[in-house]
């Protein structure tokens, strides 16, 4: 992998559903409806037990328990409607969430701009039932948690100053190694300013997503900047992520998407197997046999509880296209609530299109076994001068059941996340 290296489509598993329940909150609105004396109204719009009892933002309901206007309320004392609700007491989704998890939250906590950059400055936050996402501008506009419950699946600078989180890479890395420099944290290995270290300003839309874009970097005859664009997907308990690339050049330039997410040791990566056809999966010494990967009914498993500490060039980096459009990985979880499960998903790219010496999908094993990476790749492409190319991606974070084992070969798993992505 050189300087640097990369990963692929990743799920990690998570719990029984995204939620418990169904789709509003035990007080709806709030157990004071929409203009009453006692809130938005006594019986609200929703009536009494609001649109769900069991709902998915869980026992306070959507908004509180105040209602909508607060305490005092707004005009009549009886509301709207009537007693019994909208939605009846089990909620929209029913009281077991949907088969694969749906989301458990009805609206963002808000602000999304809040205290707590690397800087001293702001980070951003998608947060919304159980469920955590942020971002923090200062060290090129990389993701630094994803959790679950409290549980961030991503690592942080204390496992490795320089390669942590989550962020956006340029693919083939031969083009951009020129342009790299040594990075103090993390001996002989190299980092992109624009990249990794400088900042990304944010900027938040009506709509509660906000976006960024990093300096324009010029190596390899190229002159570009990279956008990231954050939204929270309520409806799909996700978030869905769109990666640009624009050529500030006057001329054609060609490169690729690379999506690099670190996660902690001893995970679970699985994603759907190649197809006959494609090419043979690239290892660093391909005469040694990988004892982490195991292919089988069209899944390939990457145990990392099998990685032997310094073994990189022995089969420290996988790499190999994929059929399926995603990549999955799995935490164990020690509270006995259930596994958490981490899903990407992307474009399937024909096979041999990412940059050249990748594959749509790569795992690398840090050799020190301090970290993964699971990697996902769109297809190399030539930008025409001015053009911006888009990629989207999406993230799902899940807590499995506890019937379901983190176990390779388990279908189970399979039918969790093909049952998510339905």
Same mark, same amino acid.
């Given at each position: 992998?050189?300087?640097?290296?990369?990963?692929?489509?990743i799920?990690?598993?998570?719990?029984? #559903?995204?939620?418990?329940?169904?789709? +509003?909150?035990?007080?709806?609105?709030?157990?004071?409806?929409?203009?009453?004396?006692?809130?938005?109204?006594?019986?609200?719009?929703?009536?009494?037990a609001?649109?769900?009892?069991?709902g998915?933002s869980g026992?306070?309901?959507?908004?509180?328990?105040?209602?909508?206007?607060?305490?005092?309320?707004?005009?009549?004392?009886?509301?709207?409607?009537g007693?019994?609700g909208?939605?009846?007491?089990?909620?929209?989704?029913?009281a077991?969430?949907?088969?694969?998890?749906t989301?458990?939250?009805?609206?963002l906590t808000?602000?999304?701009?809040?205290?707590?950059?690397?800087?001293?400055?702001s980070?951003?936050?998608?947060?919304?039932?159980?469920?955590k996402f942020?971002?923090d501008?200062?060290?090129?506009?990389?993701?630094?948690?994803?959790?679950?419950?409290?549980?961030?699946?991503?690592?942080?600078?204390?496992?490795?100053?320089?390669y942590?989180?989550?962020?956006?890479w340029?693919?083939?890395?031969?083009?951009w190694?020129t342009?790299?420099?040594?990075?103090?944290?993390?001996?002989?290995?190299?980092?992109?300013?624009?990249?990794?270290?400088?900042?990304?300003?944010m900027?938040?839309a009506?709509?509660? +997503?906000?976006?960024?874009?990093?300096?324009n970097?010029t190596?390899?005859?190229?002159?570009?900047d990279? !956008?990231?664009?954050?939204?929270a997907?309520?409806?799909?308990?996700?978030? *869905?992520?769109?990666?640009?690339?624009t050529?500030?050049?006057?001329n054609?330039? !060609?490169?690729?998407?690379?999506?690099?997410?670190?996660?902690?040791?001893?995970?679970?990566?699985?994603f759907?197997?190649? *197809?006959?056809?494609?090419?043979?999966?690239t290892?660093?010494?391909?005469?040694v046999?990988?004892?982490?990967?195991t292919?089988?009914?069209?899944?390939v498993?990457?145990?990392?509880?099998?990685?032997?500490p310094?073994?990189q060039?022995?089969?420290?980096?996988y790499s190999?296209?994929a059929s399926?459009?995603?990549?999955?990985h799995?935490?164990? *979880?020690?509270?006995?609530?259930?596994?958490i499960?981490? &899903?990407?998903?992307?474009?399937?790219?024909?096979?041999?299109t #990412?940059?050249?010496?990748?594959?749509?999908?790569?795992?690398?094993y840090?050799p020190?076994?301090?970290?993964?990476e699971i990697e996902?790749h769109?297809?190399q492409?030539?930008?025409t001068a001015?053009? =911006?190319?888009?990629?989207?991606?999406?993230?799902y974070?899940?807590?499995l059941p506890?019937?379901?084992t983190r176990?390779?070969?388990?279908?189970?798993l399979?039918?969790? &996340? !093909?049952n998510?992505l =339905?």
């Open positions: 992998m050189g300087g640097r290296h990369a990963a692929s489509v799920a990690l598993l998570g719990s029984a #559903a995204f939620a418990a329940c169904g789709g +509003s909150g035990s007080g709806g609105a709030g157990t004071a409806g929409a203009s009453g004396s006692a809130g938005a109204a006594t019986a609200g719009t929703s009536g009494a609001g649109a769900s009892t069991a998915a026992p306070a309901g959507a908004t509180g328990s105040a209602g909508a206007n607060g305490s005092a309320g707004a005009n009549a004392t009886a509301g709207a409607s007693s019994a909208a939605s009846g007491t089990a909620g929209a989704s029913g077991a969430g949907a088969d694969a998890g989301s458990d939250a009805s609206a808000l602000p999304v701009e809040r205290a707590g950059g690397t800087d001293g400055g980070v951003y936050a998608l947060e919304f039932g159980d469920t942020v971002v501008p200062a060290p090129g506009g990389r993701i630094v948690e994803y959790s679950l419950d409290g549980t961030n699946v991503l690592t942080n600078a204390a496992v490795n100053p320089s942590w989180g989550s962020t956006l340029t693919a083939p890395e031969s083009e190694m342009g790299a420099v040594a990075t103090a944290g993390s001996a002989g290995m190299m980092i992109v300013p624009g990249f990794d270290t400088l900042p990304y300003p900027t938040v009506a709509n509660n +997503s906000f976006s960024g874009s990093g300096p970097m190596f390899a005859n190229m002159t570009f990279l !956008t990231k664009q954050f939204t997907n309520l409806a799909a308990g996700a978030i *869905d992520i769109i990666y640009s690339i050529n500030h050049g006057t054609p330039m !060609t490169t690729g998407h690379w999506e690099v997410t670190r996660v902690f040791p001893d995970g679970l990566t699985f759907p197997a190649p *197809d006959a056809a494609a090419k043979p999966p290892i660093a010494n391909p005469a046999v990988n004892p982490c990967v292919i089988t009914n069209g899944t498993w990457l145990d990392h509880t099998k990685y032997v310094g073994a060039m022995l089969y420290g980096k190999t296209d399926g459009g995603w990549l999955a799995v935490i164990t *979880d020690t509270s006995g609530k259930g596994d499960l981490l &899903v990407k998903t992307f474009a399937h790219i024909p096979d041999g #990412a940059g050249a010496g990748h594959a749509g999908v790569e795992v690398y840090r020190d076994r301090s970290y993964e996902d769109h297809e492409a030539t930008f001015g053009e =911006k190319i888009d990629w989207p991606v999406r993230w974070l899940r807590r506890t019937t379901i176990a390779v070969g388990n279908q189970q399979v039918d969790y &996340v !093909t998510l =339905k």
